[in-house]
């Protein structure tokens, strides 16, 4: 085939094919998943990310979105709130990635799933191949297959930790829904931090990150590792007692947090790296899915109009890497118990400064699209 594959459709994924779909290009969008499927994630949507949902012609509030207004960092008994610097919304990926899905669709894209693509040639034609046989050589690729490596196209993903992530929804009991309400809840944890706010229908979103050897410790597995929170953690204890597991849990290990793709004359030059190919944000700040339809957007823009990928990486990159830069260094404080104690003390006598963390760790407005 000619025209554009898009592999993954994720965030990022979907919002290009919206926008290729929508200027009348042939594309092709192959997602491994079969079906909408539970993804990890806080599901928190940030400003930026909720105006670029808006742009591609999604209704956040008609899906069922829940409000989010302020923030509760929490360490063991101790809670500090703060207005958010602006409204967040809380909605499932579940949700929110099949209605950009649906919307690529709508504008013409053919959206292929239940196929893992691996690139067999990057250099020279593009050759993509997937389990079923097929083969595609399109003209240009867009990368949008998450945070880990694709099969024929590796990053120098450097920035590794040991972490793992979970994400469950459950069904709190009507009192902690109405105490959840409206806020985002961060909870630091010795070894990780947990995220708790509401999405659609009241849902309430667990995600959080522990150490691997935190969770060999409980037994290796979410059943085990639960327990061992509630008993350790009196506000997790509080919010979950009588709720009931709704979905998940999903899991995720080895996240490169901090990565930025740095562009080499080794790229190839018909691929166009999107969302978490091109950079991973420390998931706390909430606004991975803001870097991910924003570099989307960046991306076909440059592609429609005739530009390469290597000037489109150069670009992103100098809008993406400070915001990454400061959230990995506030990830780094964060994660020892001394910077714990501090950023409650100071975020105590300062609420600001929370407003301050959220601003330096956003999208630059000079860069919205
Ligand atoms: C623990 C955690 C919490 C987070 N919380 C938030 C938050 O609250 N707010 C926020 O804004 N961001 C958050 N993020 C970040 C956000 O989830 C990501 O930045 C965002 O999902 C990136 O979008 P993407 O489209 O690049 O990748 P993804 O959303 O991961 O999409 C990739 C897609 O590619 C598909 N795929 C993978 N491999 C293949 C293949 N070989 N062939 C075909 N398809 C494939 C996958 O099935 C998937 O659908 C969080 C991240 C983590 C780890």
Not at 305 to 329: E, K, N
Request: glycine fraction near 10%; hydrophobic fraction near 45%; charge should be positive.
């Amino acid at each position: 085939m000619s025209g554009t594959v898009v592999a993954g459709g994720g965030l990022a994924g979907a919002s290009a094919a919206c926008v290729l779909a929508a200027a009348g290009r042939d594309v092709v969008v192959i997602e491994r998943q079969p079906a909408p499927s539970d993804k990890i994630c806080g599901e928190f949507i940030s400003a930026e990310a909720q105006s670029y949902v808006a742009r591609l012609g999604i209704d956040l509030a008609a899906l069922g979105a829940h409000r989010i207004n302020a923030v509760r960092l929490v360490h063991r008994e101790r809670v500090v709130s703060s207005a958010l610097p602006f409204t967040g919304f809380g909605l499932s990926r579940r949700v929110l990635d099949e209605a950009l899905l649906r919307r690529a669709a709508q504008l013409g894209a053919d959206i292929r799933r239940g196929e893992a693509i691996h690139v067999r040639q990057a250099h020279g034609p593009l050759v993509l191949d997937v389990p079923s046989g097929a083969e595609y050589r399109p003209d240009t690729l867009f990368l949008a297959t998450g945070k880990h490596d694709l099969r024929g196209l590796r990053r120098n993903t450097r920035a590794q930790n040991d972490l793992v992530g979970f994400k469950v929804h459950l069904r709190l009991v009507p009192t902690q829904i109405a105490a959840l309400a409206g806020h985002v809840e961060l909870i630091m944890l010795p070894d990780g931090y947990a995220g708790l706010q509401l999405v659609e229908d009241n849902l309430a979103n667990l995600c959080l990150l522990v150490s691997t050897a935190r969770l060999q410790r409980a037994g290796g597995t979410w059943e085990g590792l639960l327990p061992d929170l509630l008993h350790t953690e009196p506000h997790l204890h509080t919010r979950l007692t009588g709720a009931i597991l709704a979905s998940g849990p999903v899991s995720i290990f080895r996240v490169p947090y901090g990565f930025v793709h740095m562009p080499t004359r080794d790229d190839p030059p018909g691929v166009f790296r999107l969302g978490d190919q091109m950079g991973v944000i420390p998931s706390f700040t909430g606004d991975g899915m803001s870097i991910a339809m924003h570099s989307a957007i960046l991306a076909a823009g440059f592609h429609l109009s005739g530009s390469q990928a290597a000037d489109y990486h150069r670009v992103l990159r100098g809008d993406i890497r400070g915001q990454i830069r400061r959230a990995a260094a506030l990830n780094r404080i964060a994660t020892t118990g001394a910077g714990r104690m501090m950023l409650m003390r100071l975020s105590a006598i300062w609420p600001a400064g929370m407003q301050l963390a959220a601003r330096l760790t956003r999208v630059p407005s000079r860069a919205l699209l």
